[in-house]
């Protein structure tokens, strides 16, 4: 049934996925469209996920992915660099196991996992937003990215197979109603920041959070999967809210590190303060 799917979607448009993803012969509803990117598709029966023929996505998805997070775990761990993952934006979870797969092949044992989405897809669009390709084309819609039900504690379940059930946390909801209530008591720095929520108003909340906060570092990696949204526009997207938040930070900057996929780039946050360390023994 799943390879049948697989096989129609990839003959259609963006447009005509909704009309193939309808009910499966199994009687199975299909709630959720292709994001093309990441070739995933979500499906409700007993909230599973499943991704594009394993030929087809070696080829792809998984090798640039991989590749581009082990350049980033491979530097950071030769660095004196301690701190937890936080992924904004998990969708159907392919990053999020991704992150949990490196944090045991590179041995951070003392990492942790923090995953945020709201599960319930995007949320409502400022006007800067709105202007964005898009936005004008309709790939993005308020609600566009919606999971089914239960995913989120599917993927934890997923994760749970792979490091320790307490290294996992998965935090459903809308960024501005969850992020001061779960920072409020965990004294945690980010090692590896992971922002996938499309939105230049959500990208923006997020880091101006985290800098305000103090849980970015001098080193910390920022990975943008959607730098180059809108044409790769200044004006516009993740690259307009960074540019922003340099600006209200004036003594951060972003050290470009690599980019990879379409459009996805990698930073380095360097503390311009930082003028003479002293480690830790």
């Known amino acids: 049934m799943v390879k049948a799917i697989v096989k129609k979607l990839m003959r259609v448009s963006e447009r005509g996925l909704k009309k193939v993803l309808k009910i499966s ?9 292709i994001e093309l990117r990441k070739f995933a598709f979500t499906a409700c029966n007993g909230c599973f996920f499943k991704y594009v023929d394993k030929p087809f996505r070696r080829k792809t998805v998984d090798r640039v992915y991989c590749d581009a997070f082990n350049e980033v775990f491979i530097l950071a761990k030769s660095l004196p660099l301690k701190g937890d993952i936080f992924e904004f934006g ?30 319930i897809g995007l949320p409502e669009a400022v006007e800067l937003d709105k202007n964005s ?26 994760l749970a197979k792979i490091l320790p059930n307490d290294r996992i946390h998965v935090i459903k909801g809308f960024f501005e109603d969850t992020l001061d209530a779960y920072f409020k ?17 959500s990208s923006k909340y997020v880091l101006d959070f985290l800098f305000k906060n103090e849980i970015i570092q001098d080193g910390t990696f ?9 044409l790769g526009n200044p004006n516009l997207g993740q690259r307009k809210a960074t540019q ?11 050290e470009k590190y ?7 780039h990698v930073f380095i946050a360097h503390d311009l303060r930082v003028t003479n360390v002293s480690l830790e023994k």
């Open 90 to 119: 998990v969708f159907a979870g392919y990053t999020s196991l991704l992150f949990a797969k490196k944090i045991n092949e590179f041995r951070f044992r003392d990492t942790s996992l923090h995953l945020f989405d709201s599960f």
């Open 133 to 158: 390709y898009e936005f004008a084309s309709g790939v993005w819609t308020e609600g566009s990215m919606r999971v089914c039900e239960g995913l989120d504690k599917y993927v934890h379940k997923k």
């Open 185 to 201: 008591n965990l004294n945690k720095k980010a090692k590896i920041v992971h922002i996938d929520c499309d939105l230049y108003s």
């Open 222 to 230: 920022i990975i943008f999967d959607d730098w180059m949204t809108s």
């Open 244 to 254: 922003e938040i340099l600006e209200m930070y004036p003594h951060w900057s972003l």
């Open 25 to 33: 012969k199994t009687g199975t509803k299909i709630l959720n469209f």
């Open 258 to 264: 690599l980019n990879y996929g379409i459009g996805s």
